[in-house]
C-alpha cells in the first residue's frame, strides 16, 4: 500500500489537513500524526479546536474499524503520549501510532525512521523526518487503499506549506546535522533494513511490497504492489507497480519487467529509468480485471513494450 508522507512547520497546518482527509472520507485507520510535545503552533486551545472538530467529521468508515488509535471517535481525539528515543515525547494518532507503540502490526525497532522505511518510506527520507519532529515540526502519514485518488490525497495534503524534505535535509547537513540513527532497521519479523539491507542481496518476497519507486532524478513514483515470480525456475518475471501518485490515477496497476527495476540502497527503493509519456502508454490492468500471467502473447506485449526479454527466454 503506497505511503505519502508531509511535514508542516505549524501543527495547525498539520491538523487542518488531518481534518481535510477526513472530510474526503479516508479512513482514520489510514492517517497518521506525529509531533513533539511542545511542537510549534500545539496549545491547549488548539488542541480543544482540533478535538471538536474532529468529532464531527469522523467518517462511517472510521467509526467501524478498532485496533488503531483514535480509529473510533475521530483520529486527533484519540492522541496518545509516547517516548521515542532520540526524539522525546510524541503525541502521536493513528497507524504509526499503533506501529510505534508494537500494537497490532508489530514494533518497529529503529524509533520513528524504523516505522516510516518499514511503511516504504525512504530512509534518507525517513531521518528528515525525525529530526523535523524532533525540532517541533509535525508529520502527517497517509497509507493509500487503493480504492481512493492518490493525487487527490496528495493536493489535499499540499493544501497547506508542507516541507520539502530534500531542501529542508540540506539545510539540516549544511548546518552540521548528521543522522544519529545509523544502525540497521529490523522489522518485526526479525529482517534487518536500511543501511544493513545493503549488505546483503536476499529480501522476502512479501517484505518489497509497499517499496518505493523513483525515477533517476529522485522523484516518487509509486510502489511495488505485488511480485509474479515463475513457480518452475524461481525468476521473478514482473513487479507490479502502482503509479497513482505520479500519473494521477490510482485503480490501475502496471506489470514491471523485473530486470527494469534497479535497486538503490541509499534511497531504500527501485529506481526505474522511465518517463512520464512512457509510463502513460504502458500495458495496464484495473481492479476488477483478471489478467492471463500464463498467457505468454500477453506477457511479451508487456516485454516488447519495455524492450526487454521475457523471463523464459532468459537463461
Not at 479512513?27 to 471538536?52: F, K, M, W
Amino acid at each position: 500500500m503506497p505511503t505519502i508522507s508531509r511535514m508542516y512547520d505549524s501543527y495547525t497546518d498539520a491538523v487542518s489537513v488531518v481534518h481535510a482527509l477526513e472530510a474526503e472520507r479516508l479512513p482514520d485507520h489510514h492517517i497518521s500524526l506525529v509531533a513533539q510535545e511542545n511542537a510549534r503552533g500545539r496549545t491547549a486551545e488548539a488542541e480543544r479546536r482540533a478535538a471538536d472538530t474532529d468529532a464531527t467529521t469522523t467518517t462511517p468508515t472510521a467509526a467501524a474499524a478498532g485496533g488503531v488509535v483514535g480509529a473510533a471517535v475521530g483520529l486527533l481525539t484519540g492522541l496518545g503520549m509516547m517516548a521515542i528515543p532520540g526524539v522525546g515525547p510524541l503525541v502521536a494518532a493513528g497507524w504509526l501510532a499503533t506501529t510505534l507503540a508494537g500494537a497490532g502490526v508489530g514494533a518497529a525497532a529503529g524509533g520513528l525512521v524504523g516505522a516510516l522505511v518499514d511503511s516504504g518510506v525512504s530512509r534518507e527520507e525517513a531521518e528528515v523526518y525525525e529530526e523535523g519532529v524532533r525540532r517541533g515540526n509535525t508529520l502527517v502519514t497517509v497509507r493509500v487503499p487503493a480504492s481512493a485518488d492518490m493525487a487527490r490525497v496528495e493536493r489535499l495534503m499540499d493544501r497547506s506549506s508542507t516541507i520539502d524534505w530534500q531542501n529542508r535535509r540540506k539545510e539540516y547537513e549544511s548546518a552540521g546535522w548528521k543522522p544519529t540513527r545509523q544502525s540497521s532497521v529490523t522489522r518485526g519479523s526479525g529482517e534487518t533494513l536500511g543501511s544493513s539491507a545493503t549488505r546483503g542481496r536476499l529480501i522476502a518476497a512479501d517484505k518489497v511490497e509497499g517499496t518505493t519507486i523513483y525515477n533517476p532524478a529522485g522523484d516518487n513514483l509509486g510502489s511495488v504492489e505485488d511480485l509474479m515470480i515463475d513457480k518452475i525456475s524461481g525468476k521473478v518475471a514482473y513487479a507490479v507497480v502502482s503509479f497513482g501518485g505520479f500519473l494521477g490515477i490510482g485503480s490501475r496497476h502496471y506489470p514491471l519487467p523485473w530486470e527494469k527495476l534497479k535497486y538503490d540502497p541509499n534511497k531504500g527503493g527501485f529506481i526505474v529509468d522511465l518517463d512520464k509519456q512512457t509510463l502513460e502508454g504502458a500495458p495496464y490492468y484495473g481492479d476488477d480485471e483478471t489478467v492471463a500471467w500464463d498467457d505468454r502473447a500477453w506477457g511479451k506485449r508487456v516485454n516488447d513494450y519495455y524492450g526487454t526479454r521475457p523471463y523464459w527466454d532468459m537463461p
